[in-house]
């Protein structure tokens, strides 16, 4: 499994309650880009959007910026900040708009991988800290830093 990209600030801005993994519909060029590294999930978010003649809503991947394929050719109206459609099994959605509806959860993207040669997206559903929890986040890693340093003279 390589890792393409990862949402640091995820991690510390959201306590991540429950994470998921969803494949994502990409156009050929995108997936090339994202195999040689260049995606972006800095500012991403995923959401349920309600689409006419469907029960359930979809869960798109909004503002994650994949570039251009550098060696594509001419692609025609290509949006690198487009919102591309999240495939996850609809008793995961049901799952997720229960989990949802609670009162500041939202759906925060962590992770891009490959599995078994497909791309897929990590995301979880996150709480929003409050400044106090990422001040004490930041003593935390501080203080593992300092055993470590430690634990290395010795």
């Known amino acids: 499994m390589k890792i393409y990209s990862e949402n640091k600030k995820a991690r510390f801005d959201y306590e991540i309650l ?8 990409l156009y050929g060029n995108e ?14 978010f995923v ?3 309600q689409m006419q003649n469907k029960t359930l809503p979809e869960l798109y991947l909004i503002n994650c ?3 251009l394929y550098k060696y594509a050719g001419k692609v025609n109206n290509y949006d690198p900040e487009r919102s591309r459609k999240l495939l ?9 708009i229960g989990k949802i509806q609670e009162k500041g959860l939202t759906l925060v993207p962590i992770k891009v991988y490959n599995k078994n040669k ?3 997206l ?3 559903i996150g709480k929003g800290k409050k400044k ?10 501080e203080t593992d830093r300092k055993l470590q340093r430690i634990k290395k003279q010795y």
Do not use: M
Not at 18 to 25: C, D, F, K, L, P
Not at 31 to 44: A, C, D, E, P
């Open 65 to 67: 910026y994949i570039p």
């Open 118 to 120: 497909l791309i897929k």
């Open 31 to 44: 997936v090339k880009s994202i195999k040689t590294g260049h995606i972006s999930l800095k500012g991403s």
């Open 122 to 124: 990590n995301f979880g």
């Open 132 to 141: 106090i929890d990422k001040r004490e986040t930041i003593k935390k890693r």
């Open 47 to 49: 959401t349920l959007k």
């Open 88 to 96: 996850i099994k609809s008793s995961e959605i049901k799952q997720l």
């Open 18 to 25: 429950a994470s998921y993994e969803a494949g994502i519909v």
